[in-house]
């Protein structure tokens, strides 16, 4: 293998430019990215970035010099279609890139509420720019509308009232993160949200977005109104697959790859983008949005071009995410939703400081924890041992 | 090669515990402490996931 392009400059695609170095590859390597800002990290900007603890140049994902990493760089350049077969890469200026391996790493974006008006003052958050525009509509004291109490939602929600400014967040589910935490501690972090002056509005219907030029009010079915001078619309992320019409690849909500990551001859996925079937869950398939999935397969990715075909090691992980609100260090690992049997094992969900693990077909399938960031990686580690759930309720006891 | 860890940057997420549980521990107390400054060839392979996978890169290897 001579030539390797990897498309996507955030966490999965430096990882695997960084793993091809250390891993001694020595050809072209390209790394091209849409956005014109060298690799940045994403998770700060709706924590200290945006709450101006930070400044933007902390953000910058790579500390060492990039010319050790000998790279074509090609920063905002927007791939636009993809031929798999040929593994030709085609940018949004119309210039082709051929190489004999392909990693791609292009994330996810924000989804986007059907029929909101176009109105100055509606926000997304996913991007650097993004973060310095909410930033710049918080400095000037405005009223903060969230709609969505997922992690993104919920993160800005505690920044912004660290900045002392009004907020609401509107959440159509009966708690906020019920996705990623279920409804039982949803409810306790609906508290610790409402305890720190949020207005918090769940099991609610957004039915008009309204304003003259810029965004005023958000009308509530039933009638309620809430008046916003800023609203960040947080209802989730799609991976960015469009581009990959007409690759050859197979493309449902997200690549489809095979254990290996592998997703066509010379052709590798990793991050927000990639689906493949876990083996440390039975082979369910999984796209997971989350930062330390991105570094992990950004890394394996890379070693699994450079195996021999037929020769790469699957990628058994157990996902991982953390998020910090008003002091709280929500973290959790593996799978579980709030059908599975949950067993608190340490402390209390309501004095946010606890464990709970889930069970599945017999076995930890995952934990959940508070600010107890050591017993969370322990019982990760028996999710990635698929150690029986009864097992799991004594051993770390 | 020797480890360092930015106690500034540190926010005790652990997952360099889970990459490399003999190098770095989160204890009760909720800091990081570092068990080995000066690992062993054999933990590399972990000590560089630890590096990259930190959530707040306040991991440095040297050497």
């Not at chain 1, 008006?117 to 720019?129: H, K, N, S, V, Y």
């Not at chain 1, 009232?161 to 708690?175: K, S, Y």
């Not at chain 1, 998020?323 to 929500?330: A, R």
Request: hydrophobic share 45%.
């Amino acid at each position: 293998m001579d030539s390797i392009a990897v498309v996507g400059a955030s966490l999965a695609g430096l990882r695997a430019v960084e793993t091809l170095r250390r891993l001694g590859f020595a050809g072209r390597l390209t790394l091209i990215g849409a956005e014109s800002h060298l690799p940045y990290d994403r998770p700060p900007l709706s924590k200290e970035l945006l709450s101006g603890e930070w400044d933007h140049d902390r953000v910058v994902l790579r500390k060492a010099p990039y010319d050790e990493l000998d790279l074509e760089l090609l920063l905002g350049f927007r791939a636009t279609a993809l031929d798999a077969a040929s593994r030709a890469i085609t940018l949004h200026d119309g210039r082709t890139v051929v190489a004999d391996g392909i990693v791609l790493a292009t994330g996810a974006a924000p989804r986007v509420l059907p029929g909101l008006p176009a109105l100055d003052g509606i926000r997304t958050l996913r991007t650097l720019d993004d973060c310095m525009g909410l930033r710049a509509d918080m400095e000037r004291g405005a009223r903060v509308c969230v709609i969505g109490a997922g992690f993104i939602g919920a993160e800005v929600a505690a920044t912004a009232r660290a900045r002392g400014l009004e907020v609401t967040v509107l959440e159509a589910l009966e708690a906020p993160m019920v996705r990623g935490v279920g409804t039982r501690i949803g409810a306790s972090l609906a508290a610790l949200h409402r305890a720190n002056g949020v207005d918090l509005r769940t099991g609610v219907t957004v039915e008009a977005v309204e304003g003259d030029g810029r965004v005023e009010r958000v009308r509530l079915a039933g009638g309620d109104v809430v008046a916003c001078d800023v609203l960040l619309v947080a209802v989730g992320a799609a991976p960015c697959t469009d581009w990959l019409d007409g690759s050859g690849l197979v493309i449902d909500d997200g690549v489809v790859c095979d254990e290996t990551l592998l997703a066509a001859p010379g052709v590798v996925a990793a991050g927000d983008v990639a689906r493949w079937p876990n083996p440390t869950f039975d082979g369910e398939s999984m796209r997971i949005e989350h930062w330390t999935n991105a570094a992990e397969q950004g890394m394996h990715a890379a070693s699994r071009l450079l195996a021999a075909d037929g020769d790469g090691a699957p990628f058994a992980a157990v996902p991982f995410v953390w998020s910090d609100q008003f002091g709280v260090k929500i973290q959790s690992a593996g799978r579980f939703s709030g059908a599975d049997r949950m067993e608190v094992v340490h402390g209390a969900i309501d004095e946010h400081r606890f464990v709970a693990i889930f069970e599945r077909a017999g076995r930890v399938s995952g934990v959940l924890g508070c600010s107890e960031p050591r017993r969370v990686m322990q019982y990760r580690r028996l999710i990635g041992a698929r150690t029986p759930f009864d097992e799991a309720l004594t051993a770390l006891q | 090669m020797r480890v360092s860890v930015n106690f500034d940057l540190c926010k005790s997420n652990a997952v360099c515990m889970d990459a490399a549980p003999t190098v770095f521990e989160v204890r009760d107390d909720g800091y990081l402490y570092v068990l080995q400054e000066e690992p062993g060839e054999e933990l590399r392979a972990e000590v560089e996931a630890a590096v990259a996978t930190c959530p707040t890169q306040a991991i440095t290897l040297e050497g």
